[in-house]
């Protein structure tokens, strides 16, 4: 019997001390890296933007395309090498968009590449359809980093337009939920909203902010599409209006006139015995 413990641990040993080896060289690997090729990689796999429902006011938008390296942080500003692959960008720079300062901040590992779009020069409309811009990045060496890891996070396609979609709201079986409180989808239906739900800044200033930290500054992250935590709000302010504009004969014509299709069938908010709050 002692000899067949004796082989035992003479078999165990070596496996023991393997394995101890192959720990403490992967944690080594993963901890150090390559001081003399600092690399650099996008973050963010969909890049997308859109005006959609921006009051009209704001002509500009500048949309940090996010960045990491895989080095030493630095006290000094850093920049980023990149370049435009004209093969699947239709944007014209100077005309649709503008570059700012790619950096990577000082004290940290996380960078951007600031694109500007610029408004007025992005066509298309309700009546002809809007053109869908694309710009194409790809990162390329300077004298501070090297692109890493693989190809695909090298490149990245940033999409832009001035078109006004369907809010990105899902049911829990993830198909897109619109409330029946507006009727049935349509563009205008969400300008508006839009436009009410930023009046109540003005009326109730704690709730908006509050609103606007959970949702979105244009309520894109609703969860479900539902408002239960200020149903009351959005009904005396935004439905109940949205209503009440919609269903005004005097806005009618206005209203196709630019949205020809548009279905007038946003219902009454509020039930028969429902009074309105005050």
Same mark, same amino acid.
């Given at each position: 019997?002692?000899?067949?413990?004796?082989?035992?641990? +003479?078999?165990?040993?070596?496996?023991?001390?393997? +394995?101890? !080896?192959?720990?403490?060289?992967?944690?080594?690997?993963?901890?150090?890296?390559? *001081?003399?090729?600092?690399?650099?990689?996008?973050?963010?796999?969909?890049?997308?933007?859109?005006? !959609?429902? @921006?009051?009209?006011?704001?002509?500009?938008? *500048?949309?940090?395309?996010?960045?990491?390296?895989? $080095? $030493? @942080?630095?006290?000094?500003?850093?920049?980023?090498?990149?370049?435009?692959?004209?093969?699947? *960008?239709?944007?014209?720079?100077?005309?649709?968009?503008?570059?700012?300062? +790619?950096? #990577?901040?000082?004290?940290?590992?996380?960078?951007? #590449?600031?694109?500007?779009?610029?408004?007025?020069?992005?066509?298309? !409309?309700?009546?002809?359809?809007? @053109?869908?811009?694309?710009?194409?990045?790809?990162?390329?060496?300077?004298?501070?980093?090297?692109? @890493?890891?693989?190809?695909?996070?090298?490149?990245? %396609?940033?999409?832009?337009?001035?078109?006004?979609?369907?809010? +990105?709201?899902?049911? $829990?079986?993830?198909?897109?939920?619109?409330?029946?409180?507006?009727?049935?989808?349509?563009?205008?239906?969400? #300008?508006?909203?839009?436009?009410?739900?930023?009046? %109540?800044?003005?009326?109730?200033?704690?709730?908006?902010?509050?609103?606007?930290?959970?949702?979105?500054?244009?309520?894109?992250?609703?969860?479900?599409?539902?408002? *239960?935590?200020?149903?009351?709000?959005?009904?005396?302010?935004?439905?109940?209006?949205?209503?009440?504009?919609?269903?005004?004969?005097?806005?009618?014509?206005? #209203?196709?006139?630019?949205?020809?299709?548009?279905?007038?069938?946003?219902?009454?908010?509020?039930?028969?015995?429902?009074?309105? %709050?005050?």
């Amino acid at each position: 019997m002692k000899i067949i413990n004796i082989c035992k641990y +003479a078999f165990v040993a070596p496996l023991i001390l393997l +394995a101890t !080896s192959l720990f403490t060289s992967c944690d080594e690997e993963y901890l150090v890296f390559d *001081t003399n090729n600092p690399g650099i990689y996008f973050t963010k796999d969909t890049l997308e933007y859109s005006f !959609s429902v @921006t009051p009209a006011e704001i002509k500009r938008y *500048t949309y940090n395309v996010p960045v990491k390296i895989m $080095a $030493a @942080t630095s006290k000094e500003m850093r920049t980023i090498g990149y370049e435009v692959n004209p093969e699947y *960008t239709n944007a014209i720079e100077g005309v649709h968009y503008e570059f700012g300062d +790619a950096v #990577i901040l000082p004290d940290s590992i996380n960078g951007f #590449i600031p694109v500007t779009f610029i408004r007025e020069n992005l066509e298309g !409309s309700y009546a002809t359809g809007y @053109t869908r811009y694309s710009l194409c990045l790809e990162l390329v060496d300077n004298e501070f980093f090297a692109p @890493t890891l693989d190809s695909l996070n090298q490149v990245r %396609i940033l999409r832009f337009d001035n078109a006004v979609e369907q809010p +990105a709201w899902y049911t $829990a079986h993830g198909t897109k939920h619109w409330p029946e409180e507006l009727g049935s989808w349509h563009p205008y239906t969400f #300008i508006k909203m839009i436009e009410y739900f930023h009046l %109540i800044e003005q009326l109730q200033p704690e709730t908006y902010y509050k609103m606007v930290e959970e949702y979105g500054e244009n309520l894109e992250n609703v969860p479900y599409g539902y408002f *239960t935590k200020y149903e009351v709000t959005m009904k005396k302010y935004v439905f109940n209006p949205l209503y009440i504009f919609t269903n005004d004969p005097a806005n009618r014509e206005n #209203i196709l006139q630019e949205f020809p299709d548009y279905p007038f069938d946003i219902p009454n908010p509020y039930d028969v015995d429902d009074d309105p %709050i005050n």
